[in-house]
């Protein structure tokens, strides 16, 4: 028993100190950044030898310490050390100049900041600002700290608000007596964006900040006044749609801000203190909950950033040009309403403090709403201690990776080696420790598929170790080096929040590869300073993947940052040569150098890296396309090169995309839709998916709603109508296109095809009327198509009852037509007997002349032609022909009677039209020399007196 007691001991034992990953405070970053650099050297100089003294005191704490430990078992790894430290069981911890904060465990739900460990390590300078500020958040942000709930006891009654009371009434003459002069302006500083915006401005630390609703790019800033020479420009970041401008302010200069048309002037004055005209805060109760109100009115989105001198988290509302700020600070339990010169800043002491800018106010809450005291500061101990290692040692690192892999470039011999060590082990059990080292080395080396398959072995070995926190962080951030969102999510979480750790930029590169860009962008933000001092098989892609989300998110200045920091790794240099080329290009196009950013893409279209190669060609095409410098007859076949030279991600998209619209511009729709619709189901379910789909539909309303497929052959417009009609938005917008398709086709007489294409709207129609009247519409098409067959059939195929008198006479004459053709003449006639109209006696010649029926047509062409004129004046030809046909109806009949009577009663008339001569030989009788039967029946051609009415058929419904 005792020894399987002991058994049980050692591999608890070795379990502990597999689990045990080092954790540091901080690691070298590397150079400093670009904002770190412009610090002023006077404050560097200060800040430095206390750093140096703290971290040598940390130096000597360990040293002190570690003297007095007992000798620890050896071991081969170089890590063993700290697995020793955070197992308690070999020695004490060293003493840090401050007190521990409880021991950190990373889960999902955690929102707070993780408290950095204080170790023998150097401590190093704090954040740069453009490090350490978040990305803006529209309503709310979360801080390091302890939750409303826990933080400070719940208060029944809030303070009470005291209104200002109003001036005396001798204040004006007070005013008005005073001897002293304003003071003359010792800075000033202007900003000019783009549009309308508003702005914060507020001082804080020796620092002038303002802060406008804008993006970085668009917005101008000049400096004026005396001091000019001696100012320095002030720091600019980007804050997602914002910017934030920092600089360093003397003392004893005060801020004012005002507005001419789009541009802000701060001018600095000396004073004593600023006197802002505030606006008006209280408290009020939201479902029984206390919330400070602001009257704000049209306060932009609320902006995140992190003050780097005090490592406070600051929510910064800009507001118009009529809203100031505050003249004094108000601290609440879990936040500070600080002073400002224009907008409203608020410090959030607790996490759970909300900001929200309304229409009207600007709110200021917590879930379980605010903890209210009259105390002047009730900020936790805690919280103190934290903020301020965060702010003194910057980023924590939880993968120190300098223990994990041994000599550069051995990975082979390791693995060989441990892998040796594992296969020894009898129990599973036991091998738990070597399969978590092998899963840590191939980490370092980027190989996350090879990392989570020494993690499964683990999980094999002993299943409990997934509970363990530092194991699924490293099983996440192997999941995220393979793209894997989903396995990040549930190791590491998302999306991301503010977590200045390693585990961000493995947030940040999952997000990326699954081209979450915006999110990404968040998440790197946060954790580039722990960049540096990555191997190079890692820094690489994680450097890239910020590099691209910075750019893509338009933050050229953290771009910019990066790219240097790649080109400083010398080996990295001939690898990434064509990714730095393609990075500065996008660096120098932020910053408005289109020369220089077209040399860098070249630079990148010439390299031998395809992926850089591709995005270099593309950004070429894109510049010259945009400033006009390339017409599509140069663009086209470059596109087409690019997209064989590239498949697979959102790259091809952009390609694709550009191609399509490029060819619809040059004059091929259907190309062009076709390289669309491509590009539409690689990224389908997506934004830029749907995107793409509404670009396919406006092309199409274009051709088809604007008249812009009159420019295409009706066969080649038919075409395209159906391959994509289903990006036409309406079924009755759909008939309206189908319907015009097919009267272009009966113009150029392709009679078969257009009725065939309106017969298939038949099937789908609903109302009874629309079915008529398309049937009726292919009948007459059918009939100048001399197919009466199908021109029942399509009638019969549309019958319906409740229909139009217009619309049932049109119908009757179609069928009594199509009837007539098919030399069913007495069922013709007995459709029209009861009709009036002088279409149906048209029908009817034609019916009669068809029967031969000589006395029906005579009829009909008398009733056509009405009575003669009374004064025997000259009748146009269509009326003169109408009596030279019932000439011959008579002849033919044999009845002389009526055709003496026809000769004197139209003779008058006839007699200079140009059938008078053939119609006085026909009226003739025989003994006076007119024709015989015989040779007027070998003279009678069929006559179409309906065809007028068909040829409606031929011209578009209500066309001339």
């Known amino acids: 028993m005792h020894g399987l007691l002991g058994l049980r001991s050692a591999t608890a034992l070795a379990l502990i100190l597999a689990l045990a990953l080092p954790v540091a405070a901080r690691a070298e970053i590397g150079p400093p950044t670009e904002a770190a650099a412009a610090e002023p050297e006077q404050k560097q100089d200060q800040t430095k030898p206390q750093k140096k003294k703290r971290g040598s005191q940390r130096r000597e704490t360990a040293a002190a310490a570690s003297e007095t430990e007992a000798p620890p078992p050896s071991r081969t790894s170089s890590r063993s050390k700290h697995a020793r430290a955070k197992s308690g069981a070999a020695a004490p ?83 008005a007596t005073a001897p002293a002069a304003p003071a003359a302006p010792e800075l000033i500083f202007k900003i000019t964006p783009l549009a309308t915006s508003n702005i914060a401005v507020f001082r804080r630390s020796g620092a002038l900040w303002i802060v406008l609703d804008q993006p970085t790019s668009a917005a101008a800033f000049e400096i004026g006044g005396p001091k000019r020479a001696q100012t320095q420009p002030p720091k600019r970041t980007a804050l997602g749609a914002a910017t934030a401008f920092r600089a360093d302010l003397p003392d004893g200069l005060v801020p004012s801000v005002a507005k001419t048309g789009l541009s802000w002037t701060v001018t600095l004055t000396p004073a004593n203190d600023p006197d802002p005209s505030g606006p008006d805060a209280r408290i009020v109760m939201v479902d029984n909950k206390p919330r400070l109100q602001i009257d704000a009115p049209r306060g932009s989105a609320p902006v995140t950033l992190n003050d780097p001198d005090s490592g406070d988290m600051l929510l910064v509302v800009p507001m118009p040009a009529d809203v100031k700020g505050y003249d004094g600070s108000r601290e609440f339990a879990e936040f500070e309403l600080l002073p400002a010169a224009h907008g409203i800043v608020v410090r959030a002491i607790s996490d759970t403090v909300g ?20 105390a002047p500061n009730l900020k936790d101990p805690t919280q103190q201690v934290a903020s301020a290692l965060t702010a003194e040692m910057g980023p924590v690192r939880i993968f120190d990776m300098s223990g994990w892999r041994g000599p550069k470039r051995q990975l082979v011999l390791r693995r060989r080696e441990l892998e040796q060590v594992a296969t020894a082990k009898k129990e599973p059990a036991q091998r738990l420790p070597t399969y978590l080292e092998l899963a840590r080395l191939h ?57 200045p750790t390693d585990l961000s930029l493995f ?21 580039v300073p722990l960049l540096s001092a990555y191997p190079d098989e890692l820094f690489r892609p994680l450097v890239l993947a910020a590099i691209d989300a910075a750019t893509r998110q338009g933050d050229t200045g953290l771009a910019k940052t990066l790219v240097q920091k790649l080109e400083e790794r010398e080996a990295l240099r001939r690898p990434t040569a064509a990714a730095v080329s393609y990075f500065r290009g996008q660096v120098l196009a932020g910053e408005g150098d289109a020369q220089g950013a077209s040399v860098m893409f070249r630079a990148a279209a010439l390299s031998r890296d395809p992926w850089y190669r591709a995005r270099g060609e593309l950004a070429l095409v894109e510049q010259g396309l945009a400033a006009g410098t390339m017409e599509t007859a140069e663009a086209l076949p470059r596109l087409e090169k690019l997209r064989l030279a590239w498949r697979g991600d959102d790259l091809e998209i952009r390609v694709l995309t550009l191609l399509g619209q490029q060819r619809v511009a040059a004059g091929q729709p259907e190309d062009g839709l076709s390289a669309l619709k491509i590009a539409a189901q690689i990224s389908a379910e997506t934004p830029k998916g749907e995107e793409i789909k509404r670009s396919m539909t406006r092309i199409f309303d ?81 009939l100048n198509d001399s197919k009466p067959d199908l021109a029942i059939q399509a009638l019969d195929q549309s019958n319906a009852d409740k229909l139009s008198d217009d619309l049932k006479s049109e119908r009757r004459l179609l069928r009594a037509r199509a009837l007539s053709k098919q030399g069913k003449v007495d069922e013709a006639t007995a459709l029209i007997k009861d009709d009036p109209s002088p279409v149906a006696d048209q029908l009817r010649v034609d019916i009669a002349w068809q029967g031969r029926r000589w006395k029906a047509a005579s009829d009909a062409l008398g009733r056509l032609a009405g009575p003669p004129p009374g004064d025997g004046s000259r009748i146009d030809d269509f009326k003169a022909r109408l009596v030279l046909n019932r000439a011959v109806a008579l002849a033919l009949a044999e009845d002389q009677a009526s055709l003496q009577q026809l000769r004197r009663t139209w003779w008058p008339s006839m007699r200079d039209s140009k059938d008078g001569e053939l119609f006085q030989v026909l009226t003739r009788s025989a003994a006076e020399g007119g024709l015989d039967l015989e040779t007027i029946r070998a003279q009678v051609a069929e006559i179409d007196m309906f065809k007028g009415f068909l040829a409606a058929y031929r011209k578009p419904p209500g066309g001339a």
Do not use: C
């Open 93 to 175: 911890q060293p003493v840090s100049e401050t007190p521990p904060p409880p021991t950190r465990t990373t889960t999902r739900s955690a929102k707070a900041k993780p408290t950095p460990v204080a170790t023998a390590r150097t401590a190093t300078p704090a954040l740069a600002p453009t490090q350490q500020m978040a990305a803006q958040q529209p309503v709310a942000t979360v801080r390091p700290g302890k939750t409303a709930a826990s933080a400070h006891p719940t208060v029944s009654v809030p303070p009470p608000i005291v209104a200002p009371a109003p001036p005396p009434v001798a204040a004006p003459v007070a005013v």
């Open 507 to 527: 947030r940040g590169y999952a997000l990326a590869r699954n081209e979450r860009w915006g999110e990404a962008y968040q998440a790197f933000h946060s954790g």
């Open 355 to 374: 900001v929200t800018a309304g229409a009207d106010v600007v709110a200021i809450d917590a879930p379980g709403g605010l903890k209210l005291s009259s």
């Open 443 to 499: 980490l370092t080396y980027g190989y996350g598929p090879e990392t989570l398959g020494y993690l499964a072995l683990a999980v094999q070995a002993e299943p409990g170790i997934e509970a363990s926190p530092e194991f699924r962080q490293l099983r996440g951030a192997a999941y995220a080096l393979t793209g894997n969102l989903e396995g990040t999510r549930d190791d590491l979480g998302l999306p991301p929040v503010y977590d």
């Open 702 to 782: 274009d051709l088809f709603e604007a008249n812009g497929a009159d420019k295409l052959s009706p066969l080649r417009a038919l075409a395209i109508f159906q391959d994509y009609r289903d990006l036409s938005p309406s079924v009755a917008r759909q008939d309206a296109v189908i319907e015009r398709l097919a009267d272009r086709m009966v113009q150029i007489d392709l009679l078969d095809q257009a009725a065939d294409l309106l017969a298939k709207q038949i099937e789908i129609k609903t109302e009874a009327a629309d079915k008529a009247r398309l049937g009726a519409r292919i009948a007459g098409i059918r």
